[in-house]
């Protein structure tokens, strides 16, 4: 099918890398919410290339399921573009171009010296000069943008002197810190800093008693220290005469796994004890049923996973100290192995969930939304440029349906929200201007009657509101079309911040769902920033 082009007539490419470990869930989740394309379009074919570029996998829907393709070449590789992924849609011509492995996007034209020479030598004067004074041009408006970010810096300084508390002078409170580990800076992306996939998994169980250490070059732990929870897994009589027929089966040495478990101020070995059985006439062998691995090849099980993810990401403890705390108990496990865990687990199982939430969150009929700046090192850019991590929620008016959603962006670009909600059809609240807290004190009496409306369902939340609180905010705003403000200062541009967006600050008094600020996706967004001072 991939070979001669039918079956399908339209094709996309996912330019970028593809993990063509994913399977056909998770191409499908890729098209749907990273390209927001729609996956179940019939006769449309969806490729993806890994780093290797000598194969690629291809996903086709056929109306009553998914065709899963995959295509090798064993001499020579894949001409696949390597730009920002996004589904780019190619023609029948490029398609087989690409299956030849040639070139689908044309390259610049370059001229041999007998083709220059018969050019006009005019034609080509012109052109250097105007590759010179482009280049003037470009140190030009460099200087130019240096001298306008200096200008800005002493700005910026200059209100924080000016109206910053004066606690705060020499530290942004919005602002993330981090921790040195290692010669790296790292804290939230400390599971990707401090990975290490040349690190192999522990070929055993390395735990020690703390009081006897281990010895030096003793590959497997002494394990007469930590208890021992044997988990038997064996077939009844019944089940193995089923099998085998009465009598016709012989007890072999049990299959032993074993497990890391995590058991608050102690830790002990989860001994798995798996009966294997066999025929004594033929080869035919059977294994009792047992609990599959949390990790291939890994001796994480899932009660330390949880122990190391909600230390590390609810309870801001850094990798580092975890490790320490571990060693306290006897276990032997790098924080390298630690964040190789937890960006497994997070690809493997909570992306999953991720999407799956992402999809739910649609169904909202408000959104609030908020970010929050974030330094992050070595993602290609200049140390310590800013980042943004970005939550979205679901209104907190919802108590019974609580969806809290991050996502990671290096720019604070108003289209970042937009993707990530795209074709949402809603109410997203979000802060247009951090002014806005100025008229705290303007607001307490409209603060105060909303505090008394949590509890009402959302009918008689939105009779109350217009009632009570519709008179108090008709009056606010009356206010400040009133009074004389100068736009120089702080509480001038939140005047002038309230009179413009005055339609949306409004919205709540005619939508029951509609919360009266974004304090919801401040306090989510604050659980993110609480482990500043750990990471300092």
């Not at 492995?101 to 044309?106: M, R």
């Not at 996939?197 to 003793?218: A, I, M, N, T, Y």
């Not at 790098?334 to 992402?358: K, P």
């Amino acid at each position: 099918m991939l070979n001669d082009g039918t079956g399908f007539k339209k094709v996309y490419i996912a330019t970028g890398f593809t993990d063509l470990r994913r399977g056909i869930d998770g191409l499908a989740r890729t098209i749907r919410f990273q390209f927001h394309l729609d996956p179940y379009d019939k006769h449309t074919l969806f490729l993806f290339c890994g780093r290797r570029t000598d194969r690629i996998k291809g996903l086709l829907w056929e109306g009553g399921g998914f065709l899963l393709l995959y295509k090798r070449i064993e001499n020579g590789n894949f001409r696949w573009p390597r730009t920002k992924g996004e589904a780019l849609e190619i023609t029948a011509d490029q398609y087989q171009m690409l299956m030849q492995g040639l070139e689908i996007i044309a390259k610049a034209v370059k001229y041999t010296e007998e083709q220059l020479n018969t050019v006009d030598k005019s034609f080509l004067i012109h052109l250097l000069l105007q590759q010179e004074q482009l280049e003037a041009l470009t140190k030009e408006l460099h200087a130019s943008n240096e001298k306008m970010q200096l200008l800005m810096e002493q700005v910026i300084l200059g209100k924080q002197n000016r109206f910053g508390r004066s606690s705060e002078k020499m530290e942004d409170t919005g602002q993330i810190r981090f921790r040195e580990v290692d010669g790296s800076i790292v804290f939230f992306n400390e599971a990707e800093a401090v990975s290490d996939l040349s690190v192999s998994e522990p070929e055993d169980l390395e735990l020690r008693s703390p009081r006897q250490p281990k010895r030096k070059g003793k590959k497997e732990a002494d394990l007469s220290g930590l208890p021992i929870r044997r988990i038997d897994h064996y077939l009844s009589e019944t089940e193995l005469e089923e099998e085998f027929g009465e009598k016709g089966w012989k007890q072999l040495p049990d299959a032993i796994s074993r497990k890391y478990r995590f058991v608050p101020a102690k830790v002990e070995v989860e001994e798995h004890h798996i009966g294997v059985y066999a025929s004594k006439t033929d080869e035919h062998m059977v294994k009792a049923d047992h609990p599959k691995s949390l990790l291939h090849g890994s001796l994480v099980s899932p009660s330390l996973a949880v122990a190391i993810i909600n230390g590390k990401y609810v309870n801001a403890v850094p990798l580092y100290r975890l490790e320490q705390e571990f060693q306290r108990y006897g276990l032997q496990i790098t924080r390298q192995h630690m964040a190789n865990w937890c960006i497994r687990l997070g690809e493997e199982y909570l992306s999953v969930l991720y999407d799956h939430l992402h999809e739910e969150l649609y169904s909202c009929h408000v959104i609030q939304a908020d970010e929050t700046p974030v330094l992050v090192n070595h993602d290609g850019r200049k140390a310590g440029s800013k980042s943004w991590m970005w939550v979205y929620r679901s209104g907190h008016l919802y108590h019974n349906r609580q969806i809290v959603l991050y996502e990671y962006q290096q720019t604070r670009n108003a289209s970042h929200p937009r993707e990530f909600l795209k074709g949402y059809d809603g109410i997203c609240v979000t802060d247009g201007y951090q002014v806005c807290h100025t008229l705290e004190k303007e607001i307490q009496a409209i603060y105060r009657e909303e505090g008394k409306l949590n509890a009402l369902s959302s009918d008689e939340r939105l009779k109350q509101r217009q009632a009570v609180i519709k008179p108090l905010v008709d009056a606010f705003f009356a206010y400040l079309k009133n009074i004389k403000v100068s736009r120089k200062d702080k509480f001038g541009d939140a005047v002038g911040y309230a009179l413009n967006q005055e339609k949306y600050l409004r919205v709540f008094l005619t939508d029951e769902d509609v919360p009266i600020d974004n304090n919801a996706s401040e306090r989510a967004i604050r659980a993110f920033v609480s482990g500043r001072k750990t990471g300092r």
